[in-house]
């Protein structure tokens, strides 16, 4: 049985190690709850390593220092070969393994999203607050005499932060979407995603999506409208089947994705209907999971087991894309092509 067993992981590594050779752009998953890699820690949050175009780009950095730690070391990822590290938002199972990563890296670029006296640091011009020159200067902030900016600081002191507070191409097809959540609970929380335009089209990486998975994909279909593949957290862990629904027909049907390797929030029964619509181009995406990029992205063994949605399934998706425009895409995608 061991030796089975043993057979097999021997049989696994070789066919992840020829994917890894041939592949010269791909995406692996670093952290997450959910995988099938005996050699990772599963904890919750999400951290995934994207090399693209050139470049070695860290997203995020999980829920636990010496999980990350332990699963960064179980892959072999070189944090001091990095271009950079993105940090999708201040929640802590997205950058619990900064430190770590800073330890072993302290040079390292991080962009992570900029809030007013937020954790990554940031700044304001000091002509935010409102002065009374009638008071003595020792009731006064600075006596009087403000910095022109007010610098806020950082949890990480020294660490080489660039705040980005809206969406920027900080190189060459590779662009940060800054958006803000209004969700009850996350209202005012600023989120970065990774949208990267390849050949292929858009590879976008996302965290938790608490602006709304919509909104994200919405944002990186103003950069190029062929979203080839969204890998990460769609933060519908708790939606109800009705809002699942919703966004499944809104990315297959209405923004056309093309490929889907959801983790981290999505939620065990999104996974589920993704799988159901996206067939084999529903990617698996566990952790320690390696998928190259390209015009069909290939993943783990897993690529191709889904039923596709079967017929009692799909006019029920059909009914309710057509019933009505919850996020008001079709009506946005409709004016793009009146525009056009
Ligand atoms: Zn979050
Ligand atoms: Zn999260």
């Not at 999203?113 to 011009?125: A, N, Q």
């Not at 660490?159 to 900080?170: C, G, S, V, W, Y």
């Not at 952790?287 to 039923?307: C, D, M, N, Q, Y």
Request: overall charge neutral.
């Amino acid at each position: 049985m061991r030796r089975a067993i043993l057979f097999g992981l021997m049989i696994a590594s070789a066919c992840l190690a020829s994917v890894a050779a041939q592949a010269e752009t791909r995406v692996t998953i670093l952290y997450d709850a959910f995988g099938n890699d005996p050699a990772m820690k599963k904890d919750w949050g999400f951290s995934a390593l994207i090399e693209v175009a050139g470049k070695r780009i860290l997203f995020d950095t999980g829920n636990d220092r010496e999980t990350f730690a332990a699963n960064i070391k179980a892959k072999g990822v070189d944090l001091t070969k990095l271009d950079f590290l993105v940090l999708s938002h201040r929640h802590s199972d997205h950058m619990a393994g900064l430190s770590y990563a800073l330890s072993v890296n302290p040079t390292l670029k991080i962009y992570a999203p900029r809030e007013g006296f937020g954790i990554y640091g940031s700044w304001l011009p000091s002509s935010f607050y409102r002065k009374d020159e009638s008071l003595p200067s020792e009731m006064r902030y600075y006596d009087g005499a403000p910095p022109e900016v007010m610098k806020f600081g950082t949890a990480w002191q020294g660490a080489n932060f660039e705040t980005i507070d809206k969406t920027t191409e900080i190189a060459p097809g590779v662009t940060l979407i800054a958006l803000v959540s209004d969700a009850p609970g996350t209202r005012e929380l600023r989120e970065l995603s990774l949208a990267i335009n390849t050949p292929d089209g858009i590879v976008l990486l996302v965290g938790c999506s608490h602006p709304g998975i919509d909104k994200i994909v919405e944002a990186a279909a103003a950069i190029n409208p062929k979203i080839n593949l969204v890998v990460g957290g769609f933060h519908l862990v708790v939606a109800q089947d009705e809002v699942i629904a919703k966004i499944v027909t809104a990315l297959k049907d209405t923004f056309k994705v093309e490929n889907v390797a959801p983790g981290h929030c999505t939620g065990e029964p999104t996974f589920r209907a993704l799988k159901q619509a996206f067939g084999s181009r529903y990617i698996y995406a566990g952790v320690g999971t390696s998928f190259a990029l390209g015009p069909s992205p290939i993943g783990g063994e897993r690529k191709g087991e889904a039923p596709t949605l079967d017929q009692i399934d799909q006019p029920s998706y059909r009914k309710l894309a057509a019933r009505e425009d919850p996020f008001g895409v079709m009506a946005w995608r409709s004016k793009r092509l009146v525009e056009r």
